[in-house]
């Protein structure tokens, strides 16, 4: 599977999607460091935060995903920034799509 995506993120006119999962710690997340031999300037790859909501509030994961989710990261900013995907829990699932887009809301307007 690795060899794979080498082989796809090689390719000068590729876009690299660079995943990370907030809710496990910045240092265990490899990716950018395996795409920077690809795109060292990271002008080609698009960072996605996932899973906000699972970091614990106030705390310092928090803050290093908030400013990551910010490009302000210097160590980890892209020049296509960085984008955050909130999903549905499982118990969310069968939600009206209002209430959905409610605590959507609600959950970036007080995590910035």
Known sequence: MERLAEQYIS???SIILAVMCANNDMTNQDMLDRVAKHD?????TLGILNKPNLVEVNSDKESAYVQLAKNENTTKK????????LNRSQAES?????????KKTSFFRHSA
């Open 40 to 44: 060292p300037t990271r002008e080609r």
């Open 94 to 102: 069968n939600s009206p799509n209002e209430e959905r887009d409610r």
């Open 11 to 13: 390719q000068k006119c």
């Open 78 to 85: 892209l020049k296509l920034g960085w984008h955050v995907l």
